[in-house]
Nanobody
Framework: QVQLVESGGGLVQAGGSLRLSCAAS????????MGWYRQVPGKQRELVAL???????NYADSVKGRFTISRDNAKNSVYLQMDSLKHEDTALYYC???????????????WGQGTQVTVSS
C-alpha cells in the first residue's frame, strides 16, 4: 500500500516562513501530479499548489508569489516552501499524490494525514 507522510508544520509568526515536506512510500509504479491542499474547520478543502510530473506548477491565487512547490522524483517527495505567511494561511495542510501502483491500473489519489500550520497575528 501507498503511504504519504508530511512533516514541517508548526507555529510561526505572520511574515515568517515554513517548509512542508511529503514523502510517498510503498508500492509505487509511477507518480503523476503531486500537491498540497489545506482545510480550515467549517470550510471546504482547497487546492493550494500542484506540480505535474513534468514540473508544471499551479497555485491558488491566494498563495501565488508567496508559496513555492517543488518535487524530487528520485525521493518520491514534494515540498511546499511558504514565505510571507499570513494568519489566513492557518490550516491543516494535506499532501496529495496521484499514483499508479502497477502499470495495468489507472492512477488514483492518495492523501497524507495532514500537518497543522498555525500562523499567529
Amino acid at each position: 500500500q501507498v503511504q504519504l507522510v508530511e512533516s514541517g508544520g508548526g507555529l510561526v509568526q505572520a511574515g515568517g516562513s515554513l517548509r512542508l515536506s511529503c514523502a510517498a512510500s510503498g508500492r509505487i509504479f509511477s507518480i503523476n501530479a503531486m500537491g498540497w491542499y489545506r482545510q480550515v474547520p467549517g470550510k471546504q478543502r482547497e487546492l493550494v499548489a500542484l506540480i505535474s510530473s513534468g514540473g508544471i506548477r499551479n497555485y491558488a491565487d491566494s498563495v501565488k508569489g508567496r508559496f513555492t512547490i517543488s518535487r524530487d522524483n528520485a525521493k518520491n517527495s514534494v515540498y511546499l516552501q511558504m514565505d510571507s505567511l499570513k494568519h489566513e494561511d492557518t490550516a491543516l495542510y494535506y499532501c496529495y499524490a496521484d499514483i499508479k501502483t502497477n502499470w495495468t491500473t489507472r492512477p488514483r489519489g492518495y492523501w497524507g494525514q495532514g500537518t497543522q500550520v498555525t500562523v499567529s497575528s
